[in-house]
């Protein structure tokens, strides 16, 4: 479907909030749209990235099912650098402060700057680190539903997904139990994207995302049980 210049699929398209929330149960859903992040000329930067988290946390459903997937890869891309390097600035200042305080404790104030020399490597290398891990992770999910048959509308439809899901990892913020949550959400957003952008049947879509997952998991659990037998 012909996007206009706004991003609408039709004359149905919404301008309040993220656009994805009027018009629930009708035809104005099946109308594509682009995501309120690749509209900033319209919602701005820090708008459009909010809202657009929203609708991946809370419908991503409608989020991914709206899903324009032949308009480049650039943009969902630049999505994910942001939030990967704004999650790895986090990191490095957290690191910062609690070296700081191992410091004042020990009164080794050395450990102020070379505590968190990894952690400011991280941040610094962030954008790179993040551009490969996307493209890894949806090749390995676009190539599993390849196999399985779910595979619809191309490489770039399951890069969106593997992209938009990023935004679940904002639930790392959460004390305690924030990152296990975030995990567990991020999968799930993986399932339902694939399942409604290529849509797809849904045991193809779960497959394609946990299959990685269990061989990645399977190939490290592996590699630590010869190293520990080669320890002996």
Known sequence: ???????HGGPAGNDIG????????SSATEDLLLPPWERRERFGFLNGLYLTIKDVLLTPGIFFRRM?????????????????VVAALFAWMWSLAGSSLQALVAEDYGKIF??????????LTSPLTVTIGVFIKAALMHGVL???????????ASFRVAAYSE??????L????????????TLVVCVIGLRNIHDTDPWRAVVAVLAPLLVCA???GTSVFLFALGLD
């Open 68 to 84: 324009p997937s032949q308009v480049g890869l650039g943009q969902p891309l630049l999505f994910t650098i942001v939030l990967g």
């Open 18 to 25: 993220g656009g994805f929330d009027e018009g629930l149960g």
């Open 218 to 220: 399977s190939f490290i």
């Open 114 to 123: 070379t505590g968190p020399l990894f952690s400011f490597f991280a941040f």
């Open 174 to 185: 959460v004390p305690i139990c924030g990152s296990g949550v975030g995990l567990v959400w």
């Open 1 to 7: 479907m012909r996007l206009d210049d706004n991003g």
């Open 167 to 172: 935004a679940a990892g904002i639930l790392a």
């Open 146 to 156: 390849t196999l399985v048959g779910g595979n619809r509308l191309g490489f770039e």
